[in-house]
Structures are given as C-alpha cells and as structure tokens.
C-alpha cells in the first residue's frame, strides 16, 4: 500500500519556525520526485518546493525561497520542509505528494498548477497555523 503521511504542523508565532516531515512507503523511493503543496483557508492550493530523489534537484516558489529548506533522508524514506521566519501567510495545510519518474524540479515547475495533476500519490496534510 502507497503511503504519504505528513506530520509536524502545529500553531507558531510569526518568525517562528517549524519543520513538516513526509514519510513515505510503498513504492520505490528513489525513483520520485516529493513535492510540497500547500492550501491556505479560501484558496487554492499551491506549490511550494520540489526535491528530485532521481537527480537530486531542489526548486523553490518565490515566496518561501530563502526561509524554506527540502531536503530527504534516503534510508528513512522521508522528506522534510524546514520552515524558517514563518509569516502569518504561510498559514495553510500542507501536502506532501510523489511524482514517478520525473524530470529535473525546474522542468516539473513546481508553480504551476497543472503539476498537481500530473502527481502520483498525495498525502491527507498537516496544518500549520502561524499567528500574527
């Protein structure tokens, strides 16, 4: 059985910091990529960062780039998402979700929202509230 189970979402005060973890199982790690999503109250989910367990790459929306870390532990199975100078409007449940067999994460374009129709397997989300 596929599964994506994120974790780590709690309430933060703003310039707080967090980090969500997604472990994965089920299904041939390596040869995804792991996205994170993310879908604030009233609107619609976006992207927000690519790690490529098949080249490596890493890609970030504009608006996290900087506060923001992906990166995966291979024998664990897991993603993460470090969340530094969190803002009030990082509020949001975020998801993670896996994309089999993908190109590099500048040419999955994390931004776009068709990129959430093209993934694999998705996660049922973790909050994360951060309080002005």
């Known amino acids: 059985e596929v599964r994506l189970v994120e974790s780590g979402g709690q309430l933060v005060q703003t310039g707080g910091s967090l980090r969500l973890s997604c472990a994965a199982s089920?299904?041939?790690?390596?040869?995804?990529?792991i996205l994170w999503f993310r879908q604030a109250p009233g609107k619609e989910r976006e992207g927000v960062s690519c790690i490529s367990r098949v080249d490596g790459s890493i890609d970030y929306v504009d608006s996290v780039r900087g506060r923001f870390t992906i990166s995966s532990d291979n024998a664990q199975n897991m993603v993460y998402l470090q969340m530094n100078s969190l803002k009030p409007e990082d509020t949001a449940v975020y998801y993670c979700a896996a994309l089999d067999h993908p190109p590099p994460c500048s040419v999955v374009d994390v931004r776009s929202p068709r990129t959430q129709n093209a993934m694999d397997y998705w996660g049922k989300g973790t909050l994360v509230t951060v309080s002005s």
């Open positions: 089920g299904f041939i790690f390596d040869s995804y990529a």
